[in-house]
């Protein structure tokens, strides 16, 4: 598969595609993209440094005399936030999609593909990047000459909209400490934690406030947690709230997401419980 470059072929031809209709002298060709699955139908959940890499599988038909060559002629799917008219965001594959025959006629070729678009967080540009982005199909051609003495290119690029939608996420963080450890049954155990995002444009994980989140508890030797009480995070994403100590296990929180933000879960905090003193 050949490299491609962001800024020349695809993300050119997207801008174009996005303030301009193809050269008049070019026909646009009969492309049909069906079937699009993005992330495997999951929501696409982005954290402050990792790279995201969404698979995108579709099938795709084209004319039979249409040769994409990945060099001059292109054909992928991109993702975008707005519209194809006023593009708020896009994502674009960075190597070229690789693309099986499944099917052919006296007219039509069609063939199974496949592509993987990285998601980098510096590609995120704002909060309101978190939300439900469509999928694009992209043709693109590029014809180019270049010497010491002259350079000239042009590209015809067409775009069809609305094949399917993915939602992209903030990642979530969840802590939680119990204390006192080991405590005494009976008594008040406190359990703390905190709730934080990813803030995409600070590049760090923020306090996330006002959200609803669950206590739950496991006890020693058993594989199931239960609720144990609900608490809604405070200034910073703080949490905070007590309970009785009655046996050994462990303590976490759980945040069930939101829209924009990913669902989270704390690891269990272990917390060894001993009988009440004796009274002599």
């Given at each position: 598969m050949r490299k491609l470059a962001i800024g020349t072929a695809l993300s050119g031809a997207l801008a174009l595609a996005g303030i301009a209709a193809p050269a008049a002298?070019?026909?646009?060709?009969n492309l049909v993209f069906s079937d699009v699955t993005v992330n495997k139908g999951k929501a696409i959940v982005?954290?402050?440094?990792k790279t995201?890499?969404?698979?995108?599988?579709?099938?795709l038909t084209r004319p039979a005399d249409l040769v994409i060559d990945n060099k001059k002629t292109f054909a992928a799917v991109?993702?975008?936030?707005g519209t194809l008219k006023s593009l708020g965001n896009e994502l674009d594959p960075e190597?070229?999609?690789?693309?099986t025959t499944t099917a052919t006629t006296d007219t039509t070729v069609t063939e199974s593909c496949s592509e993987t678009i990285p998601v980098d967080p510096e590609y995120l540009f704002e909060a309101a990047d978190a939300t439900t982005w469509k999928a694009a199909g992209l043709y693109a051609h590029l014809d180019s000459t270049s010497s010491d003495d002259f350079l000239s290119s042009e590209y015809d690029a067409a775009m069809w909209g609305n094949l399917t939608t993915a939602k992209v996420q903030r990642a979530a963080k969840l802590t939680v400490n119990a204390t006192p450890e080991p405590a005494v049954q009976g008594k008040t155990l406190t359990v703390k934690g905190k709730l934080t995002r990813a803030n995409w444009e600070t590049g760090k994980y923020a306090g996330y406030?006002?959200?609803?989140?669950?206590?739950q508890f496991r006890a020693a030797g058993?594989?199931?947690?239960?609720n144990v009480k609900g608490i809604t995070s405070g200034t910073a994403?703080?949490?905070s709230t007590t309970v009785k100590a009655s046996k050994r296990g462990y303590y976490r929180f759980v945040f069930a997401g939101t829209t924009t933000t990913a669902a989270a879960k704390a690891t269990g905090d272990y917390v060894e419980v001993d009988p009440p003193a004796l009274q002599l």
């Open positions: 002298s070019a026909a646009t060709p982005v954290g402050t440094t995201v890499n969404v698979p995108v599988t579709y099938t991109t993702l975008y936030r190597v070229m999609p690789t693309c406030k006002g959200q609803k989140v669950v206590l058993t594989s199931t947690y239960q994403g703080a949490l």
